[in-house]
């Protein structure tokens, strides 16, 4: 079984910063994606950025040039920097992970419990 763990969270300030991180545990062969998602109250559960496993990175455009999505091969982490929040950008945020776990063969997506983002004005 594999588990990711969002970390990170919390309340800041229009204007501030957070940077969020994921870890995947589990015995894990390959990732072949890691994005974060968040959901507003009230919204649906929308795709804010995504890094795939060569590094290439992409970002909703209401966030671009204000976050910045990496990842950590060696351990399984995925981190969300994210400058310059907007009051719009509060919301719970989820790590999503497409991976294959040792001794499978097919590829499946896996969920964090998520992490509370809160931005004031």
């Known amino acids: 079984q594999v588990h990711l763990v969002e970390s990170g969270g919390g309340l800041v300030q229009a204007g501030g910063s957070l940077r969020l991180s994921c870890a995947a545990s589990g015995s894990i062969l390959s990732i072949r994606n890691m994005r974060w998602y968040r959901q507003a109250p009230g919204k649906r559960r929308d795709l804010v950025a995504a890094?795939?496993?060569?590094?290439?990175?992409n970002y909703v455009d209401s966030v671009q040039g204000r976050f910045t999505i990496t990842k950590d091969d060696a351990k399984n982490t995925v981190d969300l920097q994210m400058t310059g929040l907007k009051p719009e950008d509060t919301g719970v945020y989820y790590c999503?992970?497409?991976?294959?776990?040792?001794?499978?063969?097919?590829?499946?997506?896996?969920w964090g419990q998520g992490t509370q983002v809160t931005v004031s004005s």
């Open positions: 890094i795939s496993r060569g590094g290439w990175a």
């Open positions: 999503n992970a497409d991976l294959m776990e040792k001794l499978k063969s097919d590829y499946m997506d896996y």
